[in-house]
């Protein structure tokens, strides 16, 4: 089983490892790390469940799991073989990606990094360029995945919390000390974009034509009321924290990534019923959770 896509999916794989570690003896279960590749072993089962950090599926300057915070955002919108390697034996393959294509506009870069000077670099609109990466990312599953051994899933959005107007706190008031769920029926909320949804539902749709199923997880409804099940200020700080974030920490609180246990163990819960109800040969349109 392989988790492939950004630190929000990777909080899942974290949820899936925990969920499988604590029923295994230590002596039978493994970690390793390998650059953007992460691997818990069951070793009495041969089996692994590992997670590929490629926050936008498709190549990027933003690839190194470490060193990868960059406002100047550039992908490579027609190159995914470098990441794709990793993944291409799974029994079990398991994407996302949302987050870090929130902002208008993103440059896309066609040709190459290491030869930027014969290559050609656009600024592209977010929703446009967003489905450029997922049809190659869809070209390349059809192509490469045998649909008869490997099962695919698609987790949609995960909603974001920044915003307390939306919920009936003052302007600027954030996911911070929030203690209760939102208790609105239907709620949404501006930290997803429904636009987006589409997109992905329209390409794994497409993809279905080409005898490709990648089953859509809907997530987003059911997240969107956790406004309290965020990390806030409880969360490791990459760079030291300012006096002035010190002093107003709804300023540091982080409202996108999620405490667990939490929210994405009931993710993986989901997960877990549509392998158990589906068989990789299966050409069935599975129902979507709404």
């Avoid at 690839?63 to 550039?74: A, F, G, M």
């Avoid at 995914?80 to 993103?106: C, G, V």
């Avoid at 989901?270 to 990789?280: D, H, M, N, W």
Wanted: hydrophobic share 35%; net charge neutral; proline share 5%.
């Amino acid at each position: 089983m392989v988790f492939v896509g950004d630190s929000l999916n990777r909080g899942q794989w974290i949820s899936m490892v925990c969920l499988v570690g604590s029923v295994l003896p230590p002596a039978l279960q493994s970690m390793q790390s390998n650059g953007s590749l992460m691997i818990f072993n069951a070793i009495e089962y041969n089996a692994s469940i590992e997670f590929y950090w490629a926050p936008l599926l498709v190549e990027s300057n933003s690839d190194d799991p470490v060193n990868h915070r960059l406002p100047d955002r550039i992908v490579r919108v027609k190159a995914i073989e470098k990441h794709a390697r990793h993944w291409a034996e799974a029994h079990i393959l398991i994407f996302n990606t949302y987050l870090w294509w929130r902002r208008p506009r993103i440059k896309a870069l066609f040709g190459s990094f290491e030869d930027e000077e014969n290559s050609n670099l656009k600024i592209v609109k977010m929703r446009r360029v967003y489905e450029m990466a997922l049809r190659t990312w869809s070209d390349w599953l059809e192509i490469n995945i045998n649909p008869n051994k490997t099962q695919m899933f698609f987790m949609s959005m995960s909603p974001i919390h920044d915003r307390g107007e939306e919920w009936g706190r003052a302007k600027g008031q954030n996911c911070y000390s929030e203690t209760d769920q939102i208790t609105r029926a239907g709620y949404k909320g501006n930290g997803t974009d429904p636009k987006m949804m589409k997109i992905v539902e329209t390409v794994l749709n497409d993809s279905k034509t080409r005898g490709l199923n990648v089953q859509m997880i809907n997530i987003t409804q059911l997240s969107e009321y956790r406004k309290e099940a965020h990390p806030s200020i409880y969360r490791k700080q990459w760079e030291p924290l300012k006096e002035d974030h010190i002093s107003n920490p709804s300023s540091y609180a982080d409202c996108i990534h999620w405490c667990l246990p939490g929210v994405p163990d009931v993710w993986n819960e989901l997960l877990y019923a549509f392998i158990s109800q589906t068989t990789p040969h299966s050409n069935q349109n599975s129902k979507q959770f709404r």
